[in-house]
C-alpha cells in the first residue's frame, strides 16, 4: 500500500512570494491534516480536511489555506510569506474515525529568504 | 491553553537497557495517545496508541496510560543504536473525529553500543 505523497521536496521562495503545497493520502484515507513543524514550536496543527471540507482549523493567521479534492489529494497555499514561515509542512492522512493514527508524509521543507 | 509536556533530553542509555519515555498532558478529558519516532530529516512515524488506562505491548514497546495521573509512557526494551532517534508524544484532547493532536516537543534518545 503507498503511503502518503508529499510535493515538493524542498522550495526556496522569496518574502512576499505565495506557495502551495501538495499530498496525497493513503488509499481509502478520507482525512488529511497539515502540519508545520520548526525545532522552537514543535508540531502546530493547521487544519484538517475530511471529504472534502475543513473539519477543524488551528491557529495560524489567514494567510494559510487549503482545500481537498473529491479524490482526497489535498493542497495547501501559503500567501505573501514571511520568513517566519521557513519550516517542515507535514501531511498526514488517517481514516478519520475517532482514535484513528496520522500517517505521515516525507513533508516539504520550506525555506523563506 | 492544552499542553503535552516532555522531558527534551538527551535520554542516553547503554545498548540492550530499558530506555524509560514520559509524557504528561493537561486536558483531563484526552481520549487517544500516541507515540511517534522522529529519525532526524525524517518524519514522524507511529510506534503505539493507546486508548484505556493500562499498559500496551508490541514487540520490544510498551504504552502505559494512566489517565488519573494525566501521564503516558513508553518503554523500550532491548535497546538498539537504531532506536535512536526523536520521540514525541501526541494526544487528541477531545472526544470524536477530530484529528487536531496536540504534540510534545519530544524526548531524544541515544542509545549508545
Known amino acids: 500500500k503507498a503511503g502518503v505523497t508529499q510535493t515538493p521536496r524542498y522550495l526556496i521562495k522569496t518574502r512576499g512570494q505565495q506557495v502551495t503545497l501538495s499530498c496525497s493520502p493513503i488509499?481509502?484515507?478520507?482525512?488529511v491534516s497539515w502540519y508545520q513543524q520548526t525545532p522552537g514550536q514543535g508540531l502546530q496543527f493547521l487544519f484538517e480536511y475530511f471529504s472534502e471540507t475543513q473539519r477543524n482549523k488551528g491557529n495560524f493567521p489567514g494567510r494559510f489555506s487549503g482545500r481537498q479534492f473529491s479524490n482526497s489529494r489535498s493542497e495547501m497555499n501559503v500567501s505573501t510569506l514571511e520568513l517566519g514561515d521557513s519550516a517542515l509542512y507535514l501531511c498526514?492522512?488517517?481514516?478519520?474515525?475517532?482514535?484513528?493514527?496520522?500517517?505521515f508524509g516525507n513533508g516539504t521543507r520550506l525555506t523563506v529568504t | 491553553q492544552k499542553e503535552v509536556e516532555q522531558n527534551s533530553g538527551p535520554l542516553s542509555v547503554p545498548e540492550g537497557a530499558i530506555a524509560s519515555l514520559n509524557c504528561t498532558y493537561s486536558d483531563r478529558v484526552s481520549q487517544s495517545f500516541f507515540w511517534y519516532r522522529q529519525y532526524s530529516g525524517k518524519s514522524p512515524e507511529l510506534i503505539m496508541s493507546?486508548?484505556s488506562n493500562g499498559d500496551k505491548e508490541d514487540g520490544r514497546f510498551t504504552a502505559q496510560l494512566n489517565k488519573a495521573s494525566q501521564y503516558v509512557s513508553l518503554l523500550i526494551r532491548d535497546s538498539q543504536p537504531s532506536d535512536s532517534a526523536t520521540y514525541l508524544c501526541?494526544?487528541?484532547?477531545?472526544?470524536?473525529?477530530?484529528?487536531?493532536?496536540?504534540w510534545g516537543l519530544g524526548t531524544s534518545l541515544a542509545v549508545n553500543p
Open positions: 488509499s481509502g484515507h478520507r482525512s
Open positions: 493507546i486508548y
Open positions: 498526514a492522512s488517517s481514516p478519520g474515525f475517532e482514535g484513528s493514527p496520522l500517517h
Open positions: 501526541a494526544v487528541n484532547p477531545d472526544a470524536g473525529n477530530n484529528r487536531k493532536l496536540i
